[in-house]
């Protein structure tokens, strides 16, 4: 199975930026790069995902390195409501495989 | 927007109770997922299906099994439940998995007792 590292845990202050890294290694040249996130007591929502450019939305942005890697999650300006578990997935079959992701915790 | 709809939110049962757990999609989503979540193992695929009457075991299948008799709907059936058992339950489901990923449910927190 396709697998990502990402840190365990991650601080950011309200309204300030949020980079949240992912290493995926092992990625193949068609594996998309998806990115989720499941706030408490609830199903994990998508945030973004990309293949090899930069992508942008209204959520967030994907940085992805030329090597693709490893990528970035951009969170422009944290709010409390983006405290969530954050999962970095290589989507490659017909399933996506979650890890442990990064808990990301945002001081008021 | 894709909406995952599952039947129950929270669900107490008792040991050896055959339980269903119900899911729709409104999408015309070909794929359907069910995964559980537990503390510290993430979430775990349970069973799979690609199309109606399809399914496919995931990582986890024993003590499971599934139905999809309706391209809509992908029912998780715990034929005599335990509590080991116990978990939030998940639903997804996806057109083309690798690019457009996975429309998940709110969950269903399974107790047995």
């Known amino acids: 199975d396709a697998k990502t590292t990402q840190p365990n845990s991650m601080e950011s202050n309200e309204e300030e930026p949020v980079h949240l890294p992912c290493n995926h290694s092992t990625i193949s040249g068609t594996d998309y790069i998806h990115w989720y996130r499941q706030l408490p007591s609830q199903g994990p929502e998508y945030v973004i995902h990309?293949?090899?450019s930069n992508v942008n939305n209204r959520m967030a942005s994907l940085a992805i390195a030329e090597d693709r890697k490893s990528s970035t999650l951009i969170l422009h300006r944290a709010t409390l409501r983006d405290a969530a578990v954050y999962y970095c997935?290589?989507?490659?079959?017909?399933?996506?495989?979650f890890g442990e992701g990064t808990q990301l915790t945002v001081n008021p | 927007d894709v909406k995952v709809t599952q039947s129950s939110r929270y669900l107490v049962k008792r040991t050896g109770e055959k339980v269903f757990l119900e899911c729709v999609q409104d999408?015309?989503?070909?794929?359907m997922f069910w995964y559980r979540q537990d503390p510290g193992l993430g979430l775990r695929l349970i069973y799979f299906s690609y199309d109606v009457k399809m399914k496919e075991k995931g990582d986890i299948p024993e003590g499971y099994s599934v139905s999809r008799e309706k391209k809509e709907r992908f029912s998780l059936i715990l034929e005599s439940a335990s509590t080991n058992q116990t978990s939030m339950y998940l639903c997804?489901?996806?057109?083309?998995?690798?690019?457009?990923?996975?429309?998940f449910g709110s969950g269903t927190r399974l107790t047995v007792v």
């Open positions: 997935i290589e989507a490659s079959g017909s399933r996506l495989t």
């Open positions: 997804a489901s996806s057109l083309i998995v690798q690019y457009y990923g996975y429309t």
């Open positions: 990309g293949l090899t």
């Open positions: 999408m015309d989503h070909e794929n």
